[in-house]
């Protein structure tokens, strides 16, 4: 049973921007740390970037200083920020707990033009 949704993606030009939201169930925001995770075609899934449930964070090299992600504990939601989008952030877009455990949802489709 999939316990969370991702939205917020599309396509957008290099060095666009994009905010991906992801809509999680109380019983599994409330006390765990959650992460953004990405798959490129051919590419293992890889973590982008995860949030404590003190807002504590860690990003990929690939990613830091131009992707934030943030929480809203009251709205159960978690944010990964996208700035300076590069052709190679193109990817299905997911969260998930950190590390993750759940059921992996249907994601949202980053796509960016060169």
């Known amino acids: 049973q999939v316990q969370q949704v991702e939205s917020g993606g599309g396509l957008v030009q290099a060095g666009g921007s994009l905010r991906l939201s992801c809509a999680a169930s109380?019983?599994?925001?409330?006390?765990?740390?959650m992460g953004w995770y990405r798959q490129a075609p051919g590419n293992q899934r890889e973590l982008v970037a995860a949030?404590?449930?003190?807002?504590?964070?860690n990003y990929a090299d690939s990613v830091k200083g131009r992707f934030t992600i943030s929480r809203d504990n009251a709205k159960n939601t978690v944010y990964l920020q996208m700035n300076s989008l590069k052709p190679e952030d193109t990817a299905v877009y997911y969260c998930?707990?950190?590390?993750?455990?759940?059921?992996w949802g249907q994601g949202t489709q980053v796509t960016v033009s060169s």
């Open positions: 109380e019983s599994i925001f409330r006390i765990n740390a």
């Open positions: 998930n707990r950190a590390p993750p455990v759940l059921t």
């Open positions: 949030i404590s449930r003190l807002g504590n964070t």
